[in-house]
């Protein structure tokens, strides 16, 4: 709580500091910029449309001969600032405005020195036109040309500043040349995103905390779930609603909003937000254009150095007819993880008789304890190394045809891939987490100490120890086309059409082997460092010959997510105050998974001398603060030669139907809107409001255990839900506005939670049971905000938020023998890793009672141009959110304990100091994320499990050796910080790991 503390003062104060000298700033800013004034201009030819502007502002608008010719302007209708009816009327052509007091002077985006929108001076005063290329360079005359960074900041605030919803945007700072080399992580700089990290990089992402099922993602307009897999300590394979963004090059895209206050034309389903991607497309950027960048990728605890590339070719017509881009990214990252795990802490199920005499008898007693002093011990204490090898693929192809101003044709076509291999390697002692006879029962304690309800230090003998190896590979295929078409059949009306196809296709092959040593000595410590013990073995570690094979275990997972999307919006501009939207959309949803697998035991008692490597490969240890005393290698076998040996032929895998499920998903939903704006009291309100409506109709397949045999069974259900909403923005001033939001929204339960029957984990003892008459969560929600908007480079805000969920789903879990719960034995596969006599945990989700989530979220942002000299390249960006949320989870069918929302983070913050000139510049960000939950209760008699705070350090530098040519460096986590998951209130350690720091250095060209 104190460091949450620390890290909010420390994000207000800067916040404070960047406030101080606002008021002067926004006095000295050109009044006819931001004063609003009524504009009917029609779409049409470059230089009459500007004629038409001029008069309607006053503000002289200068452009080239050359630059005009053929240029089209968009039509720009309604009661808007200059600044915003100028950017609208200059869409899709290709030119930006370079502002001088009250002269504009249009310049392509393509010249030589980029030229992209002008922050104006405090102290900027008229003068004549200049050519772009004459114009004074930074530092010596008041104006800023604003590229990079700074550009996707201003087009980010612009594009909050006009949304009539809470909507947050980040855009790409160049062709191909998104702010962060992770989509995930650009996402989390947005206020109330959190992300989850696997590999060293963001995978998936938790909104005002509410996890990543409650967040919907939308690809080019479509629906999208895209699938991967990652670490059993982590989740293992994704079987949920969950995004993951790491499938995907952040290279690849063009701009991305995260709505959090929905209108009715928005899809349903994301109670937390919708995240809008969007790919690269010609006309965002029309001419001719190559653009080509490399880097280098290099993590610290690796030797390799792996390739990170990216090509966008695009044109468009001289006439603004027609556009196509395509483009690829491709990237291979290895980064290693030490660490080590607990798999929870649990008590009981000693042997007192093989506990020593000098242990004094009230030790001895709490050692089988049940009461409130009972000890805990680590269920399976080990050291692992995770190396992951990752190539990931990305192609995108953009289409776009504008016959007339009335027609417009986007095409839109994207594959990504994803294939990685994980090797794991875990050295533990698995005595602990058996509690049959051969297992903790014939386990002795020569000595141990304890603090608390904790024994921290022990030494043991008749203790089985293992390295169990592992290897994974990962491949996930993704695919999308969606066809777009806008229509204006007449000047008010306008017909929006949508079609689109997609899918992910995942599947994970994983070889399991396992060698045993067993009855040997085996003492921990955990005194020294509580997250990372020293832990001693009683064989050499070094040795092949004191180990024996014990399992093969190949396995293959398979899950299919497939999407059939359509959509029809209609719009009607009855006059310049009202606008009538009203559409209807279908969408089609399959999500199927199986897996395969089987149990080799007739490699049992081989020797595994030929099966390992001669020379360590790895050193334990280089990114942890690794005790004194603790192990640097082990025996790591060689997958390659290994599986040759042991399986030369594909080993046939037996289908385990318990484990297929299938869920079918069809959407019916319309909707009714209204856009409004007028004046109230004197001051502008614009807003919407309207109702959707949906149809949802489920199909789910599994089993479910009948007499000790799995069943295939279907179940079907549907329901219908009316979710009205709107959204008003009060224009207080110029740049002062008060947004209010209030929608009611749904978020569908979880895929696997929704299949009847249940998957039984043996490494872990759970078993997830299904509930396929699961409710949907239903909210309603309230947001506002109040923004101030300085100038074109400042925004500020502050916005408290408030959602009441009815029913919450949450998971009741119980503890019990396998044997007494009727699942088939043969589920266990050949018992070795869990017995039936084991205690398991059976989970089912179920519809709790409500709970209500509430919270704020503060945002400073702005650029220094009004500071003297150098410092004038200076600018920031902080945020802060505060989020709080309690809710009773049911333990059993009569009781249950009330605690704070799985994945709801209390406090999380973001802080970016940047400087940029047209030469060079750099950012240093600071992301921090409170302690948040993943279970509860946390199993074994701990009652909770979470993940620690964490606070990760980014750097990037930039050098324009020429306007085409750019070297760059960027450094991902630069302090190293671990990923600490915990269990119970006592903060045992579950997993703690680290994967050192990343550095990627590159060029860019751009032709």
């Known amino acids: 709580m104190r460091r949450s503390t620390m890290m909010g003062a420390s994000i207000f104060s800067l916040t404070m500091a960047i406030l101080v000298p606002q008021a002067a700033m926004a006095a000295q800013m050109p009044a006819s910029w931001t004063a609003h004034a009524e504009f009917a201009i029609p779409a049409g030819d470059l230089r009459q449309s500007i004629s038409l502007y001029s008069r309607a502002t006053g503000i002289q608008v200068m452009v080239a001969p050359g630059n005009a010719a053929g240029r089209r302007a968009a039509a720009v209708a309604g009661r808007l600032t200059p600044r915003a009816a100028l950017i609208a009327m200059l869409r899709g052509t290709g030119l930006v405005p370079v502002v001088r007091g009250n002269l504009v002077v249009l310049t392509p985006r393509a010249a030589p020195a980029r030229v992209i929108p002008v922050a104006v001076s405090a102290h900027a005063a008229p003068e004549p036109a200049q050519d772009a290329a004459n114009a004074p360079a930074q530092g010596e005359g008041q104006d800023i040309v604003v590229t990079g960074l700074r550009k996707s900041l201003e087009s980010g605030i612009a594009a909050r500043r006009d949304a009539i919803g809470l909507t947050d945007s980040i855009f790409a700072k160049d062709i191909a040349a998104f702010p962060d080399t992770n989509v995930a992580e650009s996402i989390q700089r947005i206020p109330g995103v959190q992300i989850t990290r696997d590999a060293g990089e963001g995978r998936q992402i938790a909104v005002r905390g509410l996890n990543a099922d409650f967040t919907r993602v939308r690809l080019n307009g479509m629906e999208a779930l895209a699938t991967t897999g990652t670490t059993d300590q982590r989740g293992a394979v994704n079987r949920s609603r969950s995004f993951d963004f790491n499938i995907f090059a952040s290279e690849l895209f063009s701009r991305i909003d995260v709505v959090k206050a929905r209108s009715p034309s928005l899809d349903e389903g994301g109670i937390?937000?919708?995240?809008?991607?969007?790919?690269?497309?010609?006309?965002?950027?029309?001419?001719?254009?190559?653009?080509?960048?490399?880097?280098?990728?290099?993590?610290?605890?690796?030797?390799?150095?792996?390739?990170?590339?990216?090509l966008v070719v695009s044109k468009t017509s001289d006439d603004g007819v027609w556009g196509a881009l395509v483009s690829a990214a491709y990237s291979r990252r290895q980064v290693i993880e030490d660490g080590h795990q607990t798999l929870r802490w649990a008590s009981g199920g000693w042997t007192l008789a093989n506990v020593s005499a000098a242990i004094d008898p009230a030790t001895r007693a709490r050692l089988n304890g049940t009461g409130s002093d009972r000890l805990f011990y680590p269920r399976t204490p080990r050291y692992f190394i995770f190396d992951h090898d990752q190539k990931r693929l990305g192609l995108t192809g953009a289409f776009q045809f504008r016959p007339s101003d009335a027609l417009h044709v986007d095409l839109d076509v994207l594959y990504a891939r994803l294939k990685s291999t994980r090797l794991e390697y875990f050295l533990d002692a698995q005595s602990f987490s058996r509690t049959d006879a051969t297992g903790i029962r014939e386990t002795t304690i020569r000595s141990l100490v304890t603090q608390g309800n904790d024994i921290v230090a022990a030494e043991f003998g008749n203790v089985d120890n293992r390295i169990d190896n592992r290897r994974d590979r990962n491949d996930t295929k993704f695919h999308q086309i969606a066809l777009t078409t806008t229509w204006k059949p007449t000047d008010r009306l306008t017909v929006d059409l949508l079609a689109g196809v997609e899918g992910s296709d995942y599947t994970v092959d994983t070889?399991?082997?396992?060698?045993?040593?067993?009855?040997?000595?085996?003492?921990?410590?955990?005194?020294?460092?509580?997250?990372?013990?020293?832990?001693?073995?009683?064989?050499?570690?070094?040795?092949?010959?004191?180990?024996?094979?014990?399992?093969y275990r190949p396995r293959i997972n398979v899950v299919d997510n497939d999407y059939r999307i359509g959509k029809l919006n209609l719009a009607y501009r009855t006059n310049d105050a009202v606008t009538v939207r009203a559409g209807a959309s279908h969408t089609r949803y399959i999500f199927d998974t199986a897996d395969f697998g089987k149990d080799v035991t007739s490699v049992r008692g081989r020797t595994i001398a030929d099966l390992v490597y001669a020379r360590s490969p790895y050193t334990f240890g280089k990114a942890l603060d690794l005790p004194a005393g603790a192990p640097r290698e082990w025996m790591y076998v060689d997958f390659d030669k290994a599986l040759s040996l042991i399986a030369p032929n594909a080993t046939p895998l037996t289908r385990n139907r318990e484990n297929d499920r299938r869920v079918k998903e069809e959407v019916l939903a319309g909707y009714a809107q209204l856009d409004l704006r007028g004046e109230l009291a004197g001051m502008v309100v614009r807003g919407d409001a309207g109702v959707r409506v949906a149809r949802t109709r489920t199909t789910a397949n599994g089993a479910v255990v009948v007499g000790g045999v799995a069943q295939p069974v279907t179940f079907e259900r549907s329901y219908t839900?009316?979710?009205?909403?709107?959204?008003?923005?009060?224009?207080?001033?110029?740049?002062?506005?008060?947004?209010?939001?209030?929608?009611?929204?749904?978020?569908?339960?979880?895929?696997?939670?929704?299949?009847?029957?249940?998957?039984?984990?043996?490494?872990?003892?759970?078993?997830?049971?299904?509930?396929?008459?699961?409710?949907p969560f239903r909210a309603d929600s309230v947001d506002l905000a109040l923004e101030f908007y300085p100038s074109r480079d400042g925004f500020f805000a502050v916005g408290p938020f408030y959602k009441r969920i009815d029913s919450f789903i949450t998971n009741r879990t119980t503890e019990q023998a396998y044997a007494a719960s009727g699942y088939p034995i043969a589920f266990l596969g050949n018992q070795q890793v869990a017995r039936p006599e084991d205690i398991f945990f059976f989970t089912q989700p179920v519809n709790g009672p409500g709970t209500s989530l509430k919270g704020v979220e503060v945002i400073a942002q702005q650029a220094f141009t009004f500071l003297p000299g150098v410092l004038r390249h200076l600018g920031a960006i902080t945020n802060y959110t505060y989020t709080s949320s309690d809710t009773d989870y049911a333990l059993t069918a009569t009781t249950s304990v009330r605690k704070p929302l799985v994945g709801l983070s209390k406090h999380s913050a973001n802080a970016t100091l940047y400087y940029e000139t047209l030469v060079y510049g750099g950012r240093a960000s600071i992301n921090y994320r409170d302690r948040y939950l993943t279970a509860v209760p946390g199993a074994n008699g701990n009652d909770i499990a979470g993940v620690n705070a964490a606070t990760y350090v980014d750097a990037s530098l930039f050098w324009n050796v020429t306007p085409r040519f750019t070297v760059t460096l960027e450094g991902v986590n630069l302090t190293n910080q671990a990923e600490d998951q915990f269990v119970d209130s006592s903060d045992r350690v579950s997993s703690y790991a680290r994967s050192g720091r990343q550095l990627l250095a590159g060029i860019r060209w751009r032709m």
């Open 272 to 310: 937390a937000a919708t995240v809008d991607l969007h790919t690269l497309r010609p006309f965002d950027n029309p001419g001719f254009h190559v653009v080509a960048s490399g880097q280098a990728f290099w993590a610290t605890r690796t030797d390799d150095v792996g390739p990170r590339a990216a």
């Open 511 to 551: 070889r399991t082997l396992q060698a045993l040593t067993n009855n040997r000595d085996f003492a921990y410590d955990y005194r020294p460092n509580d997250r990372v013990p020293v832990m001693t073995y009683g064989f050499s570690l070094t040795d092949p010959s004191a180990l024996r094979l014990d399992l």
């Open 721 to 775: 839900d009316w979710l009205p909403s709107a959204n008003l923005v009060f224009e207080l001033a110029p740049r002062l506005q008060l947004r209010a939001s209030a929608n009611r929204n749904i978020t569908r339960p979880t895929l696997t939670s929704l299949t009847p029957g249940g998957q039984v984990q043996v490494n872990t003892r759970t078993v997830s049971v299904g509930n396929p008459d699961l409710e």
